[in-house]
């Protein structure tokens, strides 16, 4: 049998996108919030919205599989956090995986190709937000150079989180 495996997405994958990050970001954080403010949040999260993200040239996504299907994705983007910078600059928006991908290199893999395809872009900084109680996540972008730069208010219905915003320089 094979391991996990990598590739860039289709437009055929965002469904299955959309599925993996719902129940990834429900699984995580959904206990953090009222029903109505996550109900709120995951309501932008529409194929429509999905499918303008893939098209635009501004985004890329990259997806994981094993034998079993998806196991986790990236999608990078142009910068959109409130960061201070004058650097040329990509945003990692999104590493999501199932809970049977952890622990397995799924993630390191994504984030080699996160790394990569910024630097391809001639970017000079990766900026990301985490969650300032996702201990594990922090610890998995410290350990590529990720430092925290500041705070950032991640909004989840009516509900604000406290983010950490971190950049690598590359």
Do not use: C
């Amino acid at each position: 049998m094979t391991g996990p495996t990598t590739r860039d997405a289709t437009a055929a994958d965002l469904p299955a996108i959309d599925a993996l990050f719902r129940e990834s970001f429900v699984a995580t954080f959904g206990h953090l919030y009222k029903p109505e403010d996550l109900a709120a949040f995951l309501a932008d999260f529409t194929l429509a919205a999905w499918t303008r993200e893939f098209e635009s040239a501004d985004h890329r996504f990259r997806v994981a599989e094993d034998a079993g299907g998806m196991i986790g994705y990236a999608k990078i983007g142009d910068l959109t956090l409130p960061a201070q910078t004058e650097a040329k600059t990509v945003e990692l928006r999104q590493l999501y995986l199932t809970e049977r991908a952890k622990g397995g290199g799924v993630a390191q893999s994504l984030m080699a190709w996160v790394i990569d395809t910024a630097r391809e872009r001639g970017a000079d900084e990766l900026w990301l937000s985490v969650y300032v109680d996702n201990h594990r996540a922090r610890r998995f972008y410290e350990r590529y150079g990720f430092e925290t730069q500041g705070i950032y208010a991640f909004k989840v219905g009516n509900h604000l989180d406290e983010d950490h915003l971190m950049r690598l320089e590359l």
